[in-house]
């Protein structure tokens, strides 16, 4: 019951530290959201039955103490040069720059991933959903308000890459899940540099998507890859795994493909080309692997002896299949409530 109180406790001021962050009007007040959320997250993030969640804390903890330290530094610098510690319109390049690296650092964009995916590791799937969503808001809020586009175009181009590539010889999910993140935090950026309502659309659509999935695997345990091919998970139900992974990856005509669809023509009217071709080639290869884990799962090694019939009709949720019914059908949805409204 305590523990149930103190996990409810620290996830009110976890949510309160990114709300205090994104509300506030200088960076000193988004800095103290920042520690805030840190110090909440740490706590939820500790099992004393799990050795591996104490080492991602500790690695967590040490990053996120770097990166505040870091923009605490440039907010000082900041204030030292122009007496004023509110969020600055115009200053120095370098400044920026240093402000930019310590909250790409806190979200774990690449290349200053190292990190993200040994902690996910560590966790379990409700900590890796909150690492995957909710720690990332504050840190987007504030970039979107001191954009570099050269440098930001820079990080964007090796979060897809480094997503992608990452991704290919991964067989545990958590890590899976962390290079998709990267990738898919990529595609926010480079929402930010275009247009940020598309960002705010981005984000909400890639939260729907990694609970949905997460919930599959939480449900069924789900850590390894080879586990994907039991024949103890019902067909329906790995049906829906796979299409909300697909969807995920962005396939069409699955939901997932509209906000990327969205951030492809921004990137095109702001003449973001360059970026646009290498993005939309990474998410291939990202789509490849996803691709790759569905037929087998599906195709090469899917068996189902009898013995197994009534344990799978036992074994049927309906919030998997729900998920994939929005999947599938969101973007044709959509699409027809734009041409009839």
């Known amino acids: 019951m305590f523990l149930n109180l103190n996990k409810y406790l620290f996830l009110t001021t976890l949510v309160s530290g ?3 962050t994104i509300s506030s ?6 800095w103290m959201g920042l ?37 605490l530094f440039a907010i000082l610098m900041n204030a030292i040069k122009s007496n004023m510690i509110s969020f600055f319109p115009e200053s120095n390049y370098i400044i920026y720059l240093i402000v930019n690296s310590a909250l790409l650092l ?21 900590n890796s959903l909150i690492l ?15 954009p570099q586009n050269n440098f930001i175009i820079f990080i964007v181009l090796m979060s897809v890459i480094t997503g992608s590539l990452g991704g290919l010889n991964q067989t545990s999910l958590r890590k899976l899940m962390a290079y998709s993140s990267i990738n898919h935090l990529g595609w926010m950026l480079a929402a930010i540099i275009s247009n940020e309502n598309s960002f705010y659309f981005y984000f909400f659509m890639y939260s729907f998507l990694s609970i949905s999935i997460i919930y ?26 796979f299409t909300i992974l697909l969807s995920l990856g962005g396939l069409p005509p699955f939901l997932g493909f509209l906000p990327k669809w969205i951030v492809i023509e921004n990137l095109v009217n702001s003449n973001l080309l360059f970026l646009n071709t290498a993005m939309i080639f990474m998410t291939l290869i990202t789509l490849f692997f996803y691709i790759r884990i569905t037929f087998s799962a599906f195709l090469l090694t899917y068996t189902e002896p009898k013995w197994t019939f009534h344990l ?30």
């Open 25 to 30: 009007n200088s960076w000193l007040g988004a």
């Open 106 to 126: 806190k979200m774990g964009a690449a290349p200053f991933h190292f990190w993200f995916p040994g902690t996910m590791e560590g966790l379990n799937w409700n």
């Open 132 to 146: 995957m969503t909710w720690q990332k808001i504050a840190p987007l809020i504030l970039l979107s308000y001191c």
């Open 35 to 71: 520690e805030i959320n840190l110090l909440s997250f740490i706590p939820l993030m500790t099992n004393s039955n799990n050795l591996m969640s104490t080492e991602a804390s500790l690695k967590y903890f040490l990053t996120q103490a770097l990166a505040s330290a870091t923009l």
């Open 312 to 341: 799978n009709q036992n074994n049927l949720s309906m919030m998997p299949l729900i998920f994939s019914a929005s999947s599938i059908f969101g973007l044709i949805l959509i699409s027809l409530s734009f041409s009839i409204f």
């Open 216 to 241: 599959v695997f939480k449900t069924y345990n789900l850590i390894h890859l080879k586990q994907l091919f039991s024949p103890s998970i019902n067909p329906l139900t790995k049906f829906s795994l």
């Open 18 to 20: 990114t709300l205090i």
